[in-house]
């Protein structure tokens, strides 16, 4: 019988990526420079470090190309912001339609009130939100704070979070 998927064990070069088939994919910046394991299925790889899956990709066709994820380079852009707007992830993020319409809408504004810099920050804090309290969360909190005028991502995480806090009981007084 024949094997459903072919292994490798490629080593995380030095962008966070690994070679596999002639395509480059993410994973995490944090495993830079270790060695991986590449299930490589007919759609999709998938790749595992400690017994664990760290990034699944849908296989890519042809050769030389790259397949990118912003939540791969998060922490990296935690302490190089500005690289955020120039990234490969953030432009195959659009490409893929992973990426709502509202975060540029308040990536604009915060933009408008401060300065580049400051806005890159901001919306690295948001996209690390959505580790903590998913992506639909973080988007329903975006375009909760544009609607009430507030641009920026501490009013995003206030409205983030405050969505996860149980909500009091009523106390009736007879």
Do not use: F
């Not at 504004?109 to 580790?131: K, S």
Request: hydrophobic fraction near 45%; include cysteine.
């Amino acid at each position: 019988l024949a094997q459903a998927a072919e292994e490798a064990s490629p080593r995380v070069d030095s962008k966070a990526l690994v070679t596999v088939r002639r395509n480059r994919y993410s994973v995490p910046a944090r495993l830079v420079g270790m060695r991986v394991r590449a299930k490589v299925g007919a759609r999709q790889l998938e790749i595992w470090h400690d017994g664990a899956v760290v990034a699944i990709h849908e296989r890519l066709a042809g050769c030389h190309q790259v397949s990118a994820r912003l939540e791969h380079y998060l922490d990296l852009l935690g302490r190089k912001p500005g690289a955020l707007a120039r990234s490969l992830a953030l432009r195959q993020e659009r490409d893929r339609g992973d990426w709502p319409p509202c975060l540029d809408e308040l990536w604009g504004a915060i933009e408008a009130r401060t300065d580049r810099a400051e806005a890159a920050r901001q919306m690295v804090d948001v996209l690390l939100l959505c580790r903590e309290l998913g992506p639909g969360k973080v988007e329903e909190a975006v375009r909760g704070a544009l609607a009430a005028g507030a641009q920026d991502g501490r009013a995003v995480a206030l409205l983030a979070r405050r969505a996860e806090r149980p909500v009091a009981p009523v106390l009736e007084l007879e």
